[in-house]
């Protein structure tokens, strides 16, 4: 029998990916399908029950009990993104409270943790290491989403304070496994998945999934082709040694839709007429071009070791390539340009053969032992990543004609020597090599003491043309300490609070700025730091409840009274988060939570944005999905979701509102047998009441919500 240690003994009624328990970081859709002959379902080990995960590995060195960890972490498993078919980043994140979406059609989503935006090169994550976040991430081959709140920097370096998301990969099953699902849209989208597991032998076991697909948005024009293939391969030559090696491929080619941004309005328009034309703009229109494609293709290669060399010791090591291309020629809104009757000039960023292609590394000792009395979970180890960005430095941008976003206009792709650019260089490399240590200190049966400590240093070089040599523009170090104090009276309850620091990237000076000169063109870097005090409790045997305070800070970088750039004044969020999540009965399951958050600029040298909010961010946010299974019809289960986004401001002068808005959603899904086969299908109205809004205004862009939509799958086992 393949030896995993996590084993599975799953039938054939499940029609969703059965995935082992923690240590597998996957999910049991056991509740999808309730037959009246449903056969018993075997899990041995730790496993995830209803929409709610007892580990975490994201947030800490290894697998961790969430109620073990002084901060705040969300798992999201597989069974909630397969009920809520999930297709985005953003449709995960709006099951967190704390979390902002901003997703552009066709673009890569992008999201906002705490009020603070998350940086694509450092806060996204794949099995804890760089996912650099300029393409859309795959979720067929994921297991579960984790995002965790705060300063991470001393998990992961040099990050912004909100917050990071890690992407937890499927593994093999113990049993073979073979899973099919075909799924659409109203807007016009379709596909195929397969995913296919399960034991090679006694010692191998294999994971491979493949799609494809047909892509289409809620904008009328904007589609495309979709292919996706990803394969892991185990080798477990002895109960306490594990390898493994897997690889992910994905190609996607869409049109790129033109964003309204604050600064696409022509200065004379009034606030009034900006927000007329807000209003009367249908999103579903497509406004950019067809020529103004983004194809992009991504492979990430990875290999891990897990070696449990000693009793309660592992050494735990994984490396990870990634290559990012696209060609980026979206056609947007020129600066200045949009007037009162909706004409803009349109205008083409040509900027080609685009490259990412972080490497990361992680190596590190886990292990558990005893000193006067007191016991320690303690992990050891170090990190190492470049990621270079590779674009040119010049790219061409020329107008290529008049259009309006009432009654747009097709226009001629520019001529090729309009579009020159100049060659692709490594514009930007960024270097951090690390190490750390972390203590998880129980002192008696209730009191546990958390501390840990990174020190990182971080190098960043810029070549400001294809003809210069590349210059460093930046290198230090810094130190980055945790420490957290949980009480916990009993093994379902922990009372916590915590004190980080984080460091982020200096930030770039402006050319314009007194200070600015080659190679010192960053800010050196910024301390953040978070205290937090909550309470973790499993109220129901399969549902967790949490409840946080934060107050998080981040010096603020702005220019002086003398045009010098500098950290004057910080960014300040204070806030309270609530959710709910799991098995509350056999039939109902929910996830549900609530933000209410206090930002507020301290800026003393601009009284126009000091004591403001800052843009983008709302001060009340709330949840709630509800999954429930009539008891009086085997297999039948309806679901809806509510969810709250209060208004905020697109500006951090506080002129310019955008409006709060509800999204309502409603789903059902039924098991049933097709002769001997069961199949499960699966139905979600998105924003049933069609309500129009704006979802997120991300780098000042206006990023509306879409309209009503279906989605609909059909799932068997074979």
């Known amino acids: 029998m393949f030896r995993f240690r996590h084993a599975m003994l799953a039938t054939s009624l499940l029609i969703v990916p059965a995935i082992v328990g923690a240590e597998a970081r996957a999910a049991t859709d056991d509740a999808n399908l309730e037959t009246a002959n449903a056969e018993e379902i075997i899990v041995t080990g730790v496993r995830e029950q209803g929409y709610t995960s007892r580990t975490q590995a994201g947030g800490t060195f290894g697998e961790t009990s969430v109620l073990d960890t002084p901060f705040s972490v969300t798992v999201i498993p597989q069974e909630l993104l397969i009920d809520q078919q999930v297709r985005s980043l953003g449709d ?64 992961y370096g040099f990050t912004p304070p909100g917050g990071v998301i890690n992407y937890v990969l499927k593994r093999p099953t113990a049993e073979p496994y073979r899973f099919a699902q075909a ?54 030559p002895t109960d306490r040694l594990t390898i493994d090696l897997e690889a992910e491929y994905q190609y996607r080619n869409l049109e790129q839709q033109a964003a309204i941004t604050i600064g696409a309005f022509a200065p004379s328009l009034t606030p009034a007429q900006r927000l007329d034309l807000l209003d009367r703009y249908d999103q579903t229109t497509f406004i950019g071009q067809a020529f103004g494609t983004y194809p992009t293709s ?5 290999a891990g070791l ?91 941008q020329p ?20 579009l020159v650019v100049s060659p692709v260089v490594d514009a930007l490399v960024f270097t951090q090599k690390a190490v750390f240590v972390s203590d998880l200190v129980t002192v008696t049966d209730w009191l546990k003491i958390f501390a840990a400590v990174r020190y990182a240093e971080q190098q960043n070089e810029e070549q400001p043309a294809a003809d210069q040599p590349r210059v460093k523009t930046y290198q230090d170090n810094a130190v980055s300490p945790n420490i957290g104090i949980l009480i916990q009276p009993n093994d379902k309850l922990t009372i916590y609070g915590s004190y980080a620091e984080g460091i982020t990237t200096g930030v770039q000076i402006p050319q314009t700025a007194a200070n600015f000169s080659n190679p010192a063109i960053f800010l050196d870097p910024a301390r953040t730091r978070q205290v937090e005090i909550g309470v973790k409790a499993e109220i129901f045997p399969g549902a967790l409840a949490t409840i946080a305070y934060f107050d998080i800070s981040q010096p603020l970088a702005t220019l002086s009274d003398t045009n010098v750039f500098d950290y ?3 960014q300040d969020h204070k806030g309270l988060e609530a959710s709910l999540s799991g098995q509350i009965t056999p039939e109902l399951r929910l996830i549900a939570g609530a933000l209410f958050l206090d930002p507020t600029i301290n800026n003393p040298n601009n009284l126009a944005v000091n004591g403001n909010r800052p843009s983008g961010v709302p001060r009340v946010q709330f949840n709630l999905y509800v999954d429930y299974k009539l008891p009086m019809v085997d297999g039948l289960a309806v679901n809806g979701g509510v969810y709250f986004t209060g208004d905020r401001f697109a500006n951090d002068t506080n002129t310019f509102k955008v409006d709060g808005y ?15 086969q069961k199949i499960s299908a699966r139905l979600n109205v998105r924003n049933v009441t069609n309500n129009d809004f704006i979802e997120g205004t991300a780098f000042g862009q206006f990023l509306f919500g879409a309209p009503r939509a279906a989605i609909f799958s059909l799932t068997t086992e074979f």
């Open 662 to 676: 509800v999204r309502l959603d409603l789903g059902v899904r039924y098991g049933f047998n097709l002769s001997d």
């Open 92 to 155: 995960i994140a709006r099951n967190d409270p704390s979390t902002i979406v901003s997703s552009p059609p066709g673009f890569n989503d992008t999201v906002n943790v705490r009020g603070y935006n998350l940086d694509n090169s450092t806060s996204y994550r794949r099995e804890g290491l760089i996912f650099q976040n300029q393409v859309q991430n795959p979720f067929e081959n994921k297991a579960a989403v984790e995002i965790i709140k705060g300063p991470t920097s001393v998990r």
């Open 298 to 302: 991504n492979v990430i290669g990875s």
């Open 568 to 570: 004057i004044g910080n």
């Open 183 to 236: 799924f659409g849209d109203s807007f016009g989208s379709y596909g195929i998945h397969l995913d296919i597991g399960g034991p090679i032998g006694d010692d191998f076991g294999i994971r491979l999934n493949a799609v494809t697909a047909r892509e289409a948005t809620f904008v009328n024009g904007v589609s495309g082709p979709r292919i996706m293939v990803s394969g892991l391969l185990e080798w477990k």
């Open 306 to 396: 897990k070696w449990e060399f000693a009793g309660g010791w592992t050494l735990q090591a994984r490396a990870q390539q990634m290559r990012l291309e696209r060609d980026q020629q979206g056609v947007g809104i020129a600066p200045g340009s949009l007037r009162a009757n909706g004409d803009f000039n349109s205008r083409i960023f040509f900027s080609p053969n685009q490259i990412r292609d972080p490497f990361s590394t992680e190596v590190f000792v886990t292990g558990e032992f005893q000193t006067f009395g007191l016991g320690h979970d303690i992990a050891v180890g170090g990190a190492y990543s470049r990621n270079p960005l590779r674009f040119s430095r010049v790219s061409a």
């Open 399 to 418: 107008n290529v004609g008049l259009s309006n976003i009432f009654n747009p206009i097709s226009l001629p792709r520019p001529a090729p020597s309009d």
